[in-house]
């Protein structure tokens, strides 16, 4: 079973569109996170979820909405999608509000 | 402002040799230090950690090395192994905090 998996792996979309990303882990951790890896390779947190309540908000853009359903959910929504923002999202997840973090497979975003 | 930072974006290395990869930070108030391996396609998974109450970590082939006076951590791998050639990010933290701070990776490629 996959520890915390995002869909879609892949996703092609037009500038405008709005587009969900969606994760879910099965470990039974208490925190979430959404990261972006830009074309740079470079890794960096965007957003940190704690028992569904928001921790962290890295001077993303509000276009970006975060939804935390549950504690094993944390999905991401992006309003009006603009070629910036191509780039792998990872979502994330760990036990403790700190440490070691599982990581999902990445999802692909290509806005053209 | 790149407060991690992995200035040797690759690395070749001949298999069964020692792999050294270097990481600095620039924050002092970061006191606990993580590894992560990321295959192409994959997310990164955790690799081993060290707090800075400690200067060596160990954890079969793979040992970081903590110096808080020159803010400089390595990993070492030995004997290196193809299955080893990925990409290798550092992150820091303050312990306790959920953020982590990213370096830009170093892609290590294991010579057969």
């Known amino acids: 079973d996959t520890a915390v998996s995002q869909t879609p792996k892949y996703l092609v979309t037009q500038m405008g569109n709005d587009k969900s990303i969606k994760c879910e882990q099965n470990?039974?951790?208490?925190?979430m996170y959404w990261y972006k890896q830009d074309s740079k390779k470079f890794l960096k947190i965007m957003f940190s979820?704690?028992?569904?309540?928001?921790?962290i908000n890295e001077t993303v853009p509000n276009r970006f909405s975060p939804k935390s359903p549950d504690k094993a959910h944390l999905n991401l929504h992006i309003n009006s999608l603009e070629l910036g923002d191509s780039a792998v999202y990872f979502c994330?997840?760990?036990?403790?509000?700190?440490?070691?973090?599982?990581f999902g497979p990445g999802t692909r975003l290509t806005v053209t | 402002d790149q407060q991690v930072k992995q200035n040797s974006p690759s690395l070749s290395v001949q298999e069964g040799r020692i792999s050294i990869l270097n990481c600095d930070y620039t924050?002092?108030?970061?006191?606990?230090f993580l590894w992560y391996k990321k295959y192409p396609a994959e997310g990164p998974t955790f690799l081993i950690s060290?707090?800075?109450?400690?200067d060596k970590n160990e954890d079969g082939r793979f040992t970081v090395f903590l110096n808080k006076s020159a803010k400089h951590l390595s990993l070492h791998i030995v004997p290196s192994q193809p299955g080893d050639s990925a990409v290798y990010f550092c992150?820091?933290?303050?312990?306790?905090?959920?953020?982590?701070?990213f370096g830009t990776g170093t892609r290590l490629t294991i010579i057969p």
């Open positions: 060290i707090s800075s109450i400690k």
């Open positions: 924050n002092s108030m970061f006191d606990y």
């Open positions: 470990l039974g951790h208490d925190t």
């Open positions: 992150a820091a933290t303050l312990f306790g905090n959920e953020k982590l701070t």
């Open positions: 994330a997840s760990s036990q403790e509000r700190a440490g070691e973090q599982y």
């Open positions: 979820y704690n028992n569904k309540e928001l921790i």
